[in-house]
């Protein structure tokens, strides 16, 4: 039997904004995110996806990480994230992103208040979703959701996946894994600890923003981006999240 | 050798603390001065660019613990970060002078 239990959030808001980009490019999606970052008046969660596969590396990695040129042979994007962590290679996932002015200040603390909408959200979907430190959500022990934040200016932003299919021989291959260390035995070892959940894109976007509503107590308001705001994010795009100065800056 | 001759050697290494650090060093053979060092891997720091502040503040700190744990601990001290502990990082740092995967 799954519980819904909810743990008590104490960040609460009147309303969230919520944006639906659908399926963009890497460069793009990650452009949105730096804009909604540095404009943010009200607390907006943006639901996105990805219209061609890519790798996104930490802000703190080596894009020595990523096998650049095989990514290119495969069309797959490579980009660098404002926040830290790992390599992720986005393909069948749904992906969002949270900014907020108002956040607990323990990094750990944000964390959790803001995963408990994932958490809630699998549940709604049936799923035993388990906030697992410092920055994951497991369901039966094995890692659906991967988390990263980043604050600026006392505004945060934690963007995350959750992935619906997993395909990890494919992601290995793109990544700077000496050949010999990529044994039948790690692909195993990874495939038990990584999965997908199995539902559809809309059924985890649907079960995300009632999740929001419920856990925050909140209205939710849909919007779009107005032409003045893409073009910033066209520019932050050209000039920040294509360009190899930014990608290889590490 | 004299100063002026002090050969830069460089090095690197990988570790998983709680998470995977790279360290890239070149350093200064004779005096055991850090010329320059590129610290990555898949932790947070925050705020982020701390992490080239660090970078930067290590050149010229000498390849000893106190030394470097001194100057970590400064750069550091308003920022948070997860993902390995100051005297583990110092570890590394000096680990990759002996390590065997010298660029």
């Known amino acids: 039997m ?38 943010c008046k009200e607390p907006v969660l943006r639901i996105y996806g990805w219209s061609k596969p890519c790798i996104s590396i930490g802000y703190f990695q080596n894009i020595d990480e990523v096998d650049y040129k095989k990514c290119n042979d495969m069309n797959v994007d490579v980009v660098r994230r404002i926040t830290g962590g790992g390599a992720v290679f986005h393909d069948m996932e749904l992906t969002y992103s949270f900014v907020t002015k108002n956040f607990p200040q323990s990094i750990m603390e944000s964390y959790k208040e803001i995963s408990e909408v994932i958490i809630q959200a699998l549940k709604k979907l049936g799923l035993d979703a388990k906030f697992s430190p410092l920055n994951d959500v497991t369901v039966d022990g094995k890692k659906v959701c991967g988390n990263a934040q980043t604050r600026k200016n006392n505004v945060l932003l934690q963007h995350g996946t959750i992935l619906l299919e997993v395909d990890i021989e494919k992601m290995f291959s793109l990544l700077n894994v000496p050949i010999e260390k990529i044994s039948d035995k790690k692909i195993s070892d990874v495939k038990n600890r990584v999965a997908g959940i199995s539902k559809t894109f809309d059924q985890v976007s649907d079960a995300l923003k009632s999740s929001a509503r419920d856990v925050f107590r909140c209205d939710l308001v849909p919007f779009k981006l107005n032409q003045e705001e893409l073009e910033s994010c066209q520019k932050l795009m050209d000039e920040k999240f294509s360009s190899e100065n930014w990608t290889f800056r590490r | 050798m004299n100063s002026n001759q002090d050969e830069i050697i460089t090095a690197a290494t990988t570790t998983k603390l709680g998470k995977i650090i790279k360290i890239k060093l070149a350093y200064k053979q004779e005096s055991q001065l850090i010329h320059s060092i590129r610290i990555t891997g898949d932790f947070f720091v925050h705020p982020e660019e701390t992490i080239e502040q660090l970078e930067q503040g290590l050149c010229g700190v000498k390849l000893e613990k106190e030394d470097l744990k001194n100057k970590i601990q400064l750069v550091l001290k308003n920022s948070e970060f997860f993902g390995f502990e100051i005297d583990s990082l110092v570890d590394v740092i000096l680990g990759t002078k002996g390590d065997k995967n010298k660029i």
Do not use: C, H, S
């Open chain 1, 2 to 39: 799954l519980y819904l239990v909810q743990r008590v959030i104490k960040i609460k808001f009147e309303k969230i904004r919520i944006l639906e980009t659908g399926n963009k490019l890497g460069p793009w999606n990650m452009a949105v995110d730096e804009f909604l970052l540095y404009n």
